[in-house]
């Protein structure tokens, strides 16, 4: 069987002569119109300006009795951020506050869906072990030398409904001269 081009948009155009000019002119007009909507080329709502991403560069530490419990390090290249989470578990109190069983695990997992939302770092890392698919974190700079990660616990299976996480306190390792 051969194949036939086709060549459907000229027969539509030779058709019109048979309409009213006026009647060929709209049409023409509302294809104009339609058409970057139809191809998907629609004002989209400016996006959230990024913030300078000076203050979330650095390698933040988070300690727990002691002992270091996370490091997040993070980086700026090309005008984006990137870096890494250091494995940990934690286990949270019925007030939210990191219980005994939080303890660091070994190795690092990369961020990933790293994105901005009022002024606040986002992103996702899958767990080392898979016990269960991967975390959605938020870490916040609130000074140069402080910062806070939580867990966001909004639809993780694992979280009982109502469970709330207090912010781990993360300070920013001083740079090597």
């Known amino acids: ?26 049409l023409m007009c509302l294809a104009a119109i339609a058409s970057p909507v139809l191809a998907g080329q629609t004002a989209k709502p400016a996006d959230e300006a990024q913030p300078d991403l000076k203050v979330f560069v650095g390698t933040w530490k988070a300690m727990f009795h002691g002992e270091t419990l996370a490091i997040l390090i993070l980086h700026e290249q090309n005008g984006h951020l990137s870096g890494t989470l250091n494995n940990f578990d934690v286990v949270f109190d019925k007030d939210g506050n990191l219980a005994d069983d939080s303890h660091a695990n070994s190795g690092d997992a990369p961020l990933l869906n790293v994105r901005f939302k009022s002024g606040a770092l986002y992103f996702f890392v899958f767990e080392k ?24 616990l909004d639809h993780q299976e694992d979280s009982a409904p109502g469970t709330t996480a207090k912010p781990i306190r993360m300070l920013r390792d001083r740079a090597k001269p």
């Open 129 to 152: 072990d898979q016990y269960r698919p991967g975390m959605n974190w938020k870490f916040v700079p609130v000074s140069a030398t402080e910062g806070e990660l939580t867990p966001v």
């Open 1 to 26: 069987m051969t194949a036939r081009k086709t060549d459907r948009f000229t027969g539509s155009v030779r058709a019109l002569p048979h309409l009213s000019g006026a009647l060929a002119i709209c």
